[in-house]
Each structure stands twice: as C-alpha cells, then as structure tokens.
C-alpha cells in the first residue's frame, strides 16, 4: 500500500507533494528537519492523503497533485 500526501508549511506559502508507504514516518522526517528540500518550510501540517493500491498507481497521483491543477486543488481543501 503506498499513500500520496500533501503538506502545507505553517509559516510560509509552500504546498509539498510526495508518496511513501508509511505516512506517519514521512511526515515526521518532514517536521523534524530530516528532508534537505523541506527543511526551510518546516514545521508542516498534513492537508491531504490518498491511499493507493501499487507503486503505479500512487505515481500518476503525485504527478498530477504536483502539476498547477493539482496544487490548486489542494489549495481550495484548506480554504
């Protein structure tokens, strides 16, 4: 099972999109500085998840919620 996530920084304008198979591991990396492309943005509240089936599947929705469309969809979630 893997899961695309989305993380909104609390102080700064900053959507991150990603996939993992563990959810809460990854989120923690992101909030504790772990993660060199997130770090300046942290700390991270979690805005969006999507469970996929397969590695495939997970892919194509965190290439889509990457893309302006799928930015600016998860910026109407948080509004």
């Known amino acids: ?3 695309v996530y ?6 700064r304008n900053y959507i991150y999109v990603g996939m993992t198979e563990n959810i809460l591991v990854r989120f923690h990396q992101h909030n ?3 993660e060199k492309t997130t770090k300046p943005y942290s700390p991270f509240e979690l805005i969006f998840t999507m469970e996929c089936e397969n590695i495939v599947e ?3 929705w965190e290439k889509f ?3 302006s469309e799928g930015k600016r969809r998860l ?3 948080k509004n």
Not at 6 to 11: H, T, V, Y
């Open 1 to 3: 099972m893997y899961f």
């Open 6 to 11: 989305a993380i909104k920084s609390l102080n």
């Open 32 to 34: 504790n500085g772990k």
């Open 58 to 60: 997970a892919r194509k």
């Open 65 to 67: 919620y990457k893309t």
């Open 75 to 77: 910026r109407n979630l």
